[in-house]
């Protein structure tokens, strides 16, 4: 009995220790030490500094003549009469009095031989009135007076129109540019052709009606000529404003007509090699300027309202509101006119 209870025994441990065997290892620890935990993200902080600091306005325009002008037939007669001669091309140099275009008038001219010889019967016949005056009733004398001087006159507008049908070249110049053609009828008003003195150029520009608002003659001007370069300048004059017309200010509509005084004018020392009449531009005007302004990034302005704030990095790693008044601001700048004082930090956004 005592030996049969031994086995026994014997073969339950021998169970437990096979059992043991059959069980999962246990895992080993982890190691925590190595993992970095993510820093928290920073605001950048910007030291408060001061510089010179410009309010620009922009425009774009071109280099036009001081001496410009647009050639065009202005006699009502001449309307819807053909060009008969164009003397002039693109790029013509011409001088003062030279002959440009020349209409076909020839009617006019037939028409102005028959009244010639009218008016030498009518000349007869007022002889014979002035020596008849003394006989005559005052009335009819002047009626028979008045018929005589509206004949002469008729005359007279009819030479003055055969006259304008030739137009010259009002100074010496270089034509531009030509808007017709030999046997077009022409319009009254609109342009022939456009005649410039090559040598006295200014540059002309154009810009929004806001920002034509904050500028004034003798303000300073960068002109950035394309491919001939940048000139220094100032302001000579602004343009003459347009009459409204009930049409939103527009004027008539039509080709249009180059007028120095629509535009502004921009006088500069000396042009740039390879500028000429004609050349694209643009320009910068300063229409604000302060040296040595407190200035801060406009990242670091706050608002809350009609609060205007910024955040001071104190020494100590902590951050105070404080709040600013602010003055002139530019793409990247803004003024501050009290609050801040340079060397102080500011966080930014």
Known sequence: MRRAAGILAAVALSTAVAGCSLLPDEPEEEDLSQIQLPEISKKPEYEVTTKT???TVSGSGKILSTQEKTLYYSAKAMEGMRL???YIQPGDVVKAGQTVAELDVEDMKKQLRDQRLQFRQQELQMKQTLRDKDEMDPIDFEQKQIAFEEARQKISDLEADIASAVLTAPFSGTVVSVSVQEGAAIKVYDPLCVLADPSSLIVAGEMASDDLQQVAVGMEATVDINSAGTVKGKIKSLPVPKA????GGGGAQGPKVTNLSDYLLISVAKLP???ARGTP???SI?????VNAVVIPRSTLR???ARTYVQVAEADGSKREVDIEVGQQTATDIEVLSGLTPGQKVVGS
């Open 53 to 55: 600091l410009e309010t």
């Open 286 to 290: 300063v229409v604000d300027r302060k």
């Open 281 to 283: 531009l643009s320009f």
């Open 273 to 275: 090699a390879g500028a």
């Open 244 to 247: 409204d017309n009930g049409n």
């Open 84 to 86: 008969k001669k164009l």
């Open 303 to 305: 608002t809350a309202g």
